[in-house]
Structures are given as structure tokens and as C-alpha cells.
């Protein structure tokens, strides 16, 4: 089986810095994709930002030049460093890594269980 799991997530004002982090383990050949998704209450699931096994990266504009995507390719992890925060970032957010759990499989999505990141003065 594999695993994400995260953490980081919590209450910050305005203005405020959060760094999310998500670990991969279990039965894993290699990682492709890894990201970030997050939904606010009574909307869609939106993908925040992604970071390929080489190192390219993407944002949703919305998050530009706010957000960092960095990943550690050692630790089959992923973070996701969140400044200048607005109460629009307020959602559960969500880690995802396409990955092949066995050399002969398919390439699959898994997902972590979400930590709440609420942004509120």
C-alpha cells in the first residue's frame, strides 16, 4: 500500500506564512507528478500547484508569486511553502503524487487525507 501523508496545516492571520509538507511511503517504484490541491467549502477541488520529477513547476494564478512547490525526490516528499496568505486561501488542501507502486505497474493517483488551512484574523 502506499501513503501520503501531511501536515503543516493550521490557523494564521492575514499577512501570515504556512509551510505544508507531504510524505509519500509504502510500495513505490518511481514518482512523476506531485502537487497540491485544495477545496473550500461548497466549491470544486482546484489545483494549487504541481511539480514535476525534474523540477518543473506550475501555479494556479491565484497563487503566483505567493506560493512555493519544492520537492525532495530522496524522501518521496513535497511541500508547499504559502506566504503573503489571504482568507481566500482558506481550504483543506490536499497532496497528490502520480506514481508507479511496482516497476511492471501502471502509473497511479494517490491522494493524502487534507489538512485545514484556515487563514482569519
Known amino acids: 500500500q502506499v501513503q501520503l501523508v501531511e501536515s503543516g496545516g493550521g490557523l494564521v492571520q492575514p499577512g501570515g506564512s504556512l509551510r505544508l509538507s507531504c510524505a509519500a511511503s509504502?510500495?513505490?517504484?518511481?514518482?512523476?507528478?506531485m502537487g497540491w490541491y485544495r477545496q473550500a467549502p461548497g466549491k470544486q477541488r482546484e489545483l494549487v500547484a504541481a511539480?514535476?520529477?525534474?523540477?518543473?513547476?506550475s501555479y494556479a494564478d491565484s497563487v503566483k508569486g505567493r506560493f512555493t512547490i519544492s520537492r525532495d525526490n530522496a524522501k518521496n516528499a513535497v511541500y508547499l511553502q504559502m506566504n503573503s496568505l489571504k482568507p481566500e486561501d482558506t481550504a483543506v488542501y490536499y497532496c497528490?503524487?502520480?506514481?508507479?507502486?511496482?516497476?511492471?505497474?501502471?502509473?497511479?493517483?494517490?491522494w493524502g487525507q487534507g489538512t485545514q488551512v484556515t487563514v482569519s484574523s
Open positions: 511539480i514535476n520529477s525534474g523540477g518543473s513547476t
Open positions: 509504502g510500495s513505490i517504484f518511481s514518482i512523476n507528478d
Open positions: 497528490n503524487a502520480a506514481l508507479k507502486p511496482g516497476r511492471y505497474y501502471s502509473v497511479y493517483n494517490y
